[in-house]
Nanobody, 125 residues
Framework: QAQLVESGGGLVQAGGSLRLSCAAS????????MGWFRQAPGKEREFVTA????????YYANSVKGRFTISRDNAKNTAYLQMNSLKPDDTAVYYC??????????????????WGQGTQVTVSS
């Protein structure tokens, strides 16, 4: 079973940038699709972005398209989320996750089966 650890969260002003990292340990995750979700207080966990195991295909929520970029380095067993032009609405706990099944969509949390503990991102106005 893989373990995922997110880092890079923090407090940033609106318009600023952050880069989140997700380091996997316990097993290689290069064969698995990876995703980022976020959850704001009082709201459900929502899809942010996903990347296929090869890194060839990426998917984004409309709310972050053009501002966020997902990437991965399979040699380092790590995924990244570059977040630019941050808005107060981006404030949430961000979770890294992997999808070990090779089927299913990328957008629902229940399609993923290993989760990190989350990292807080706070964007001030």
């Amino acid at each position: 079973q893989a373990q995922l650890v997110e880092s890079g969260g923090g407090l940033v002003q609106a318009g600023g940038s952050l880069r989140l990292s997700c380091a996997a340990s316990g097993r290689t995750v290069s064969r698995y699709d990876m995703g980022w979700f976020r959850q704001a207080p009082g709201k459900e966990r929502e899809f942010v972005t996903a990347i296929t195991f090869s890194g060839i295909s990426t998917y984004y929520a409309n709310s972050v398209k053009g501002r966020f970029t997902i990437s991965r380095d399979n040699a380092k067993n790590t995924a990244y989320l570059q977040m630019n032009s941050l808005k107060p609405d981006d404030t949430a706990v961000y979770y890294c996750t992997i999808k070990t099944a090779g089927v299913g969509d990328y957008f629902a949390p229940n399609e993923y089966d290993v989760w990190g503990q989350g990292t807080q991102v706070t964007v001030s106005s």
